[in-house]
């Protein structure tokens, strides 16, 4: 029998003593022990009683033994069901009980913590899997089989659910099926060309769709090797780019990276591609890339909902500030938010997708996922952007960051850009507060450069001119730091919180 996803993935496998992951600390995995060792975990899954369908908790820190729970849940036919390990006791308990786990595998120092919440709401085991091959889940499974038949599942059959990363609302469960992550994985491997010979620096998280659907579905299709980090470290990133061809990043890799003496055309020589999605690149970002390495960025766009819809070429032209043109077999519109009617091009308006890479909706919210499609089955996105006269398209923003001031939309971006052009300025995000007058006060919170001496009037008097009078920022505000989730994403929500009470007498 065959596991739909699993056989994809696997199918063009090298040989078995062909590395697939290599750690920084010397474990090295091969496509053959990765078979085995996949194996013995679908086998005590298995044992454990998780049947087809079944959810598999997965909460513990970067390791391959990640991956390998993740291809068990595959060939077990359960559905795997990976969590942040930053999320506290609290969260932790909300995700547990939306997504009820057969099993729940942990970090063994979150073991005794976590305890009283799986009890309460009945989780029938929970194990424990150390980045170190330690744990009782590694311990067991060293007692089952390196075979196993893989249970039968087709392309409709569920093979994870990812929480969306809940910058927004509460975080919701998007249900991906073997189809979805196995035409993308195929999409995107093609599209970048990648290739056996192709070698990945991993140093992204493998509990989001980037570094684990993204980054490992593809490279396993490719038959690829990974150099799996634990986290982004610019020094270790530099010095494996002379083994490696590729690296998929979110834009702060780039930007950190660039802030090294070390990154040189030399440095680079041997990549052959870097890619960026999950937010924002700036266009500055992928010029200055360009400028001291000689490499364009390739940017892409995707979501945990869609898996990626849109990349610029590999070959012909990656155009800075956009993030490409739709993949193969995968359609983008853009549509008046208020109506659903199509938009021509240059007008900016929600993305709406439609192909084999959309999910098949939220966990356990059918009301929620019919109300997130078109009457002709395209997901609402959520984000805003526009796609030129050559079919590249701009994302402009989230329709839940625009800001409506006096009766005006504003998109922050515009407006981030203009500021980030500043001389001082190291990066800025503009939200809307509560405003008796406007409605929405459009309101820049800005990044300065160490040492810069720069302050709200000579920000205000810079852009005027440039920009139309409703759009410029009421207030400016300084801070250190903007808050970041694990992807890189400003979290403009926490920022409206800070700020609500600004425009209150
Ligand atoms: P997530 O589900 O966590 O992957 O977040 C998906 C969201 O990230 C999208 O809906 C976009 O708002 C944003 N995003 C992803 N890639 C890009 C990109 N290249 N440029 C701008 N925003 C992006």
């Given at each position: 029998?065959?596991?739909?996803?699993?056989?994809?993935?696997?199918?063009?496998?090298?040989?078995?003593?062909?590395?697939?992951?290599?750690?920084?600390?010397?474990?090295?995995?091969?496509?053959?022990?990765?078979?085995?060792?996949?194996?013995?975990?679908?086998?005590?899954?298995?044992?454990?009683?998780?049947?087809?369908?079944?959810?598999?908790?997965?909460?513990?820190?970067?390791?391959?033994?990640?991956?390998?729970?993740?291809?068990?849940?595959?060939?077990?036919?359960?559905?795997?069901?990976?969590?942040?390990?930053?999320?506290?006791?609290?969260?932790?308990?909300?995700?547990?009980?939306?997504?009820?786990?057969?099993v729940f595998i942990c970090d063994p120092a979150a073991f005794e913590r976590i305890l009283p919440v799986t009890a309460s709401i009945n989780v029938a085991h929970v194990e424990t899997l150390g980045n170190d091959e330690d744990g009782s889940f590694a311990r067991k499974a060293k007692c089952h089989s390196v075979d196993f038949d893989d249970v039968q599942r087709g392309p409709d059959?569920?093979?994870?659910?990812?929480?969306?990363?809940?910058?927004?609302?509460?975080?919701?469960g998007a249900m991906l099926?073997?189809?979805?992550?196995?035409?993308?994985?195929?999409?995107?491997?093609?599209?970048?060309r990648l290739t056996s010979d192709d070698i990945l620096i991993h140093a992204l998280p493998v509990y989001h769709t980037h570094g684990l659907?993204?980054?490992?579905?593809?490279?396993?299709?490719?038959?690829?090797?990974?150099?799996?980090?634990?986290?982004?470290?610019?020094?270790?990133?530099?010095?494996?780019?002379?083994?490696?061809?590729?690296?998929?990043?979110?834009?702060?890799?780039?930007?950190?990276?660039?802030?090294?003496?070390?990154?040189?055309?030399?440095?680079?020589?041997?990549?052959?591609?870097?890619?960026?999605?999950?937010?924002?690149?700036?266009?500055?970002t992928h010029q200055e890339w360009q400028a001291r390495t000689g490499h364009q960025i390739l940017e892409r766009y995707g979501m945990t909902e869609t898996n990626m819809n849109t990349s610029n070429p590999c070959e012909g032209d990656r155009i800075a500030g956009t993030v490409g043109i739709p993949l193969p077999g995968i359609s983008v519109r853009?549509?008046?938010?208020?109506?659903?009617?199509?938009?021509?091009?240059?007008?900016?308006?929600?993305?709406?997708?439609?192909?084999?890479?959309?999910f098949a909706g939220y966990w356990q919210m059918p009301e929620k996922t019919a109300s997130e499609f078109s009457l002709d089955g395209f997901f609402m996105t959520g984000d805003l952007g526009r796609i030129n006269e050559r079919g590249y398209i701009h994302i402009v923003g989230r329709a839940k960051d625009l800001v409506i001031t006096g009766g005006f939309n504003?998109?922050?971006?515009?407006?981030?850009?203009?500021?980030?052009?500043?001389?001082?300025?190291?990066?800025?995000?503009?939200?809307?507060?509560?405003?008796?007058?406007?409605?929405?006060?459009?309101?820049?919170?800005?990044?300065?450069?160490?040492?810069?001496?720069?302050?709200?009037?000579r920000v205000l008097s810079a852009l005027q001119g440039r920009l139309a009078k409703f759009k410029l920022p009421k207030r400016v505000l300084f801070t250190d730091e903007l808050p970041r989730n694990a992807m890189g994403k400003v979290q403009k929500a926490m920022l409206r919180q800070t700020y609500a009470d600004l425009y209150k007498a």
């Open positions: 029998m065959t596991s739909y996803l699993y056989e994809r993935l696997t199918q063009t496998a090298p040989s078995d003593d062909k590395i697939v992951i290599e750690t920084p600390n010397g474990r090295i995995l091969t496509y053959g022990d990765l078979r085995k060792e996949s194996a013995r975990f679908a086998n005590l899954l298995v044992s454990l009683g998780v049947a087809p369908g079944d959810r598999v908790a997965v909460q513990i820190e970067k390791s391959p033994d990640a991956i390998l729970v993740y291809l068990a849940c595959l060939r077990t036919g359960a559905i795997f069901l990976p969590l942040n390990p930053a999320y506290t006791t609290v969260e932790t308990e909300y995700y547990l009980g939306d997504g009820r786990p057969t059959d569920l093979a994870a659910i990812l929480y969306t990363s809940g910058t927004t609302g509460r975080s919701k099926s073997h189809g979805n992550l196995a035409s993308n994985a195929a999409t995107l491997k093609d599209f970048w659907f993204v980054a490992v579905n593809t490279m396993l299709m490719a038959g690829g090797s990974m150099h799996f980090l634990p986290g982004f470290n610019a020094e270790l990133i530099l010095s494996l780019m002379s083994r490696s061809t590729v690296l998929m990043g979110v834009p702060t890799f780039y930007t950190r990276l660039l802030q090294n003496a070390a990154l040189t055309p030399t440095a680079t020589s041997n990549m052959r591609m870097f890619i960026s999605g999950s937010a924002p690149l700036w266009a500055e853009v549509v008046d938010p208020e109506t659903g009617v199509a938009l021509p091009p240059g007008e900016v308006g929600m993305l709406e997708v439609k192909g084999p890479n959309v504003v998109y922050p971006i515009e407006i981030e850009s203009e500021i980030d052009a500043l001389p001082g300025v190291a990066e800025s995000a503009v939200i809307g507060v509560p405003h008796a007058d406007f409605g929405e006060g459009v309101t820049a919170i800005v990044v300065p450069k160490k040492g810069a001496s720069i302050d709200e009037a």
